[in-house]
């Protein structure tokens, strides 16, 4: 009897420990050290300084908030192409003449609230053509990315819009205990995000809607309406990227945020998510941002050209897919 | 008491032909992350025999022939075919043996035709390209000696019944020429007519000398086609080279339990007459698919909807839970209609459905056992929005107690269980949901036979607790044992109602096929 299974307590969380989420993580958490030690090794002071390293956060911390929405919309089994756009769609919509006007008699906040809605929005839109038309989520979000941008040139008249609006500013591009606001936005939205996928019933949602949408139906969860919200979120995360964009460059145009969701997607797969959905991690993705973050710092700082660095990248990418998968088929059978 | 653990030595010099083992598995270990499937398997099977292995679930059968089909690697043990050893690295090898295997959970892929399916590969080609038409044409004919001509080798296998999907895994096995062909659990899926089709085929094939390894939880079956049994028990064969026929069945469960399990069913306690109504089913139609379906089910009743695969059973099921959209027709649970088309709707209502299938419609695979339990009430159990992880483990290890659900870890993935188990894990569900309505569809596909009557008589006591019970099941035996009133259903209609007392096993039959006719 007691040959069969060691189903002691000790023995599963043993188990689960080494080939589950943790062991992943520790794996990224090395390459990271890894690409800092490389930086260190090949930059010495200008890698290592204080400066730099929140150059770095800097870097990672717009493409860190589109992530985390991102990382709900994998786990639910969708996809959002349209992130890039939509960002740049709402520092456009943010930083219009209306809108910093408005800003400047009510209170700067209206550019950041005016960010938000234009993302939720668009967000919201994707969820109504993908969960209740049953648009498959490459293609929705596609035509979503493509008009969002469209829509941007005209609202701005392929203008670069200057934002004067002094409130705004200071906040955006304030430090707090010596770190910029920029960075603990990121850190803000990461750290809810963590609750809201692991602590929360809109996560678990997430997790089983991605693992078995036919299941979670037959259970009785709203399937259509979770996808709703989910894709709303990647939204509200693609607004409030946009707000942080807009006080990091302190323009709108709509060329903001272009390609950024080929960069996302990467960094939230490297970081251990499924693409094809029923699991993720906000660590993981986070950790994915940053390597992604490290290694465009390292090369800038070597003189290295951006085609070397997107070489650099798509290896990263590949290799990083083929280490999980090692994982993944350690910890699921055979 | 007999000696079923004795070890055999290899069989003497110069013995008959007949008794030269085809195939022999010796000592198989095989160990997963935290569990040990197989602890010292041996297995041997002759030309032309029909050879039976039996165990509770969980006992280690699937992983023993997938040891076999060379999907798993084992840990240690040894493999001889045909007097040589072999080493079986990938499913490629195994087929290359001429070993085929029919996977206790399907494994077709449903975009594809019924032709691409069965070719699956293997695709006939000559200079690279596909042989269709002889695809074809040989698909047709291994359908027709499984007894379905009417499956269009063109047709798209998503769109099949789970009996339809069983079939074509079948032919895929029949179309390799195998010398050995394993069967896992192939009845589960089908209904009486069609499990003597599959007989049909098997003895064709051991005529020729093929050696079928057939596995399954209906002794019956066993009885009638099998010649010897092997039996597993927690990862060990405990009795080997067992009369198919003739070994007395409280023998064979004493060996897969270890203990002495009554087969029976609970006893009825008849519904009061002022029993509350609680499920209320009016005119219900499914175009196309059943019509005129009405019927009611008592608070403390259960209701059996007896027929063929391929009656709408599932579908009746599946409409008043609202997972497809009526055509007409009301479902009302305790006087209230229910909306059409909304599980949700349904759920709230407190009506709760264990599904066919349950890898694609029940369990969410890669998660843990215990969110697969609470999957229906992880709202409920937490607060405010906030999941309570501590408390769903509890509820769901309660369940696991109670349904003896084993390995009894929550924290392992479903898709380690084994298919009985997820069966369990399912039902568990909705006991911790708790029903006024409970749908049951196949409760007891793959469930071994010491569990199956604790099944029963779990069914039977949350009855008795007040809760409306429909149960489908192809096993007739099953609809008239466990349920007080039976629906007799056929190409989507009911065409006969009665207390299950005053029906037996031939009407039943009887009926069934007149509607066929008809
Ligand atoms: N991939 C896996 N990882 C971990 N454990 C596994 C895995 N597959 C099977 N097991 C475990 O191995 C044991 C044997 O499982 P197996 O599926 O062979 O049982 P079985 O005899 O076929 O049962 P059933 O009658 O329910 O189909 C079970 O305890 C199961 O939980
Ligand atoms: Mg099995």
């Known amino acids: 009897m007691s040959t069969q299974v060691d189903a002691s307590p000790a023995a599963e969380s043993r188990s689960s420990w080494l080939s589950g989420p943790a062991g992943r993580t520790v794996g990224l958490v090395v390459a990271l050290v890894l690409l800092a030690v490389v930086g260190v090794i090949t930059g010495g002071e200008r890698f290592a300084s204080l400066d730099n390293v929140m150059t770095i956060l800097r870097l990672a911390s717009v493409t860190g908030v589109l992530a985390i929405g991102m990382t709900f919309v994998i786990t639910a089994g969708g996809i959002d192409l349209s992130v890039g756009s939509v960002l740049g769609l709402a520092t456009v919509w943010a930083s219009t003449l209306a809108t910093q006007t408005m800003a400047e008699d009510l209170h700067w906040t209206v550019m950041v609230l005016t960010g938000l809605a234009v993302g939720t929005a668009a967000g919201l839109i994707n969820g109504l053509i993908i969960a209740y038309g049953k648009v498959v989520a490459f293609i929705a979000t596609l035509a979503m990315m493509i008009a969002a941008r469209g829509l941007a040139e005209m609202i701005s008249g392929r203008q670069t819009q200057v934002v004067q609006v002094d409130g705004f500013l200071d906040f955006v591009r304030a430090d707090f205990i010596g770190v910029p606001v920029l960075v603990w936005m990121f850190v803000v939205v990461a750290v809810a995000g963590w609750f809201l996928f692991n602590r929360t019933t809109f996560g678990r949602r997430t997790v089983a809607v991605g693992g078995n949408a036919e299941a979670s139906r037959l259970a009785g969860i709203k399937v259509q309406r979770h996808l709703l919200y989910v894709y709303g979120l990647s939204g509200l995360t693609a607004g409030i990227a946009g707000v942080m964009m807009l006080g990091r460059t302190t323009a709108g145009t709509s060329t903001n945020g272009l390609y950024y969701e080929l960069e996302v997607i990467a960094a939230v797969v490297v970081g251990g998510t499924l693409l094809i959905g029923g699991r993720g991690t906000i660590v993981g993705t986070v950790i994915g941002v940053l390597i992604f973050a490290m290694l465009t710092n390292v090369f800038t700082i070597n003189n290295l050209s951006i085609s070397a660095q997107n070489v650099a990248k798509g290896v990263i990418i590949v290799v990083a897919v083929l280490i999980q998968q090692r994982f993944a088929a350690r910890s699921t059978s055979t | ?518």
């Open chain 2, 1 to 518: 008491m007999v000696d079923v653990d004795r070890d055999d030595a290899a069989p003497p010099e110069g013995a008959d032909a007949p008794d030269v083992p085809l195939l022999r598995m010796e000592g198989i270990v095989k160990h997963f992350p935290g569990a040990k499937a197989l602890d010292g398997v041996d297995l041997d099977v002759l030309p032309g025999e029909v050879h039976c292995l039996l165990g509770q679930n969980g006992a280690g059968k699937s992983t023993l022939i997938k040891v076999l089909a060379g999907a798993h690697q084992p840990t240690s043990g040894r493999i001889v075919l045909d007097g040589e050893e072999i080493a079986i690295p990938h499913p490629v090898a195994a087929l290359r043996h001429g070993v085929a295997t029919i996977y206790q959970e399907l494994d077709v892929v449903d975009g594809l035709t019924v032709a691409e399916n069965v070719f699956l590969g293997h695709e006939l080609d000559r200079g690279g390209f596909t042989q269709r038409r002889e695809a074809i044409r040989s698909t047709r004919e291994m359908l027709r000696r499984l007894g379905h001509p009417e499956i269009s080798p063109h047709r798209e296998v998503g769109r099949l019944s789970a009996a339809g999907k069983q079939i074509v895994s079948m032919a895929r096995a029949l179309s390799h020429d195998a010398r050995v062909i394993v069967m896992d659990e192939p009845s589960a899926v089908l209904d009486a007519g069609e499990v003597q089709n599959l007989f049909r085929v098997v003895r064709g094939l051991t005529a020729q000398g093929v050696a079928v390894v057939y596995i399954s939880h209906r002794l019956e079956e066993i009885r009638q086609i099998g010649d010897r049994i092997t039996v597993l028990k927690n990862g060990r064969t405990v009795g080997r080279d067992l009369p198919a026929a003739t070994t007395p069945t409280a023998e064979l469960i004493r060996l897969m339990t270890g203990r002495n399990v009554e087969y029976a069913f609970p006893t009825r306690p008849g519904v009061p007459e002022d029993a509350p109504v609680v499920l209320d089913v009016e005119d219900l139609a499914l175009a196309g698919t059943f019509e005129d379906v009405s019927f009611q089910v008592r608070a403390g009743e259960i209701v059996g909807l007896a027929g063929l695969v391929g009656a709408g059973r599932s579908e009746i099921l599946e409409t008043l839970y609202g997972a497809r959209r009526r055509t007409a027709g009301s479902v009302a649970v305790k006087g209230r209609r229910l909306r059409s088309g909304s599980v949700d709707a349904a759920v709230a209502a407190g009506i709760g459905l264990c599904p066919e299938e349950r890898k694609s419609q029940g369990l969410v695979l890669d998660e843990p056992v215990y969110r697969n339990i609470t999957l229906s009430t992880f709202a409920r159990i937490a607060r405010g929005g906030w999941l309570d992880e501590r408390a769903e483990r509890a509820a769901a290890r309660e369940q696991v107690a109670a349904l003896d659900l084993r390995p009894a870890g929550v924290d392992r993935a479903a898709r380690t269980l084994s298919g009985g188990n997820q069966q369990k894990a399912l039902l568990g569900r909705w006991l911790v949901h708790g029903c006024d309505v409970l749908l049951l569809d196949e409760p007891t596909r793959g469930v071994d036979v010491g569990a199956r009557s604790e099944l029963y008589a779990l069914v039977r006591r949350l009855a008795d607790a007040g809760t409306a019970v429909v149960v489908v099941s192809s096993e007739i035996p099953e609809v008239l044992g466990l349920a007080d009133h039976v629906l007799v259903v056929s190409e989507g209609r009911v065409v006969h109602r009665a207390p299950a007392q005053d029906i037996d096993e031939h009407r039943v039959l009887d009926l069934v096929m007149e509607g066929t006719v008809a």
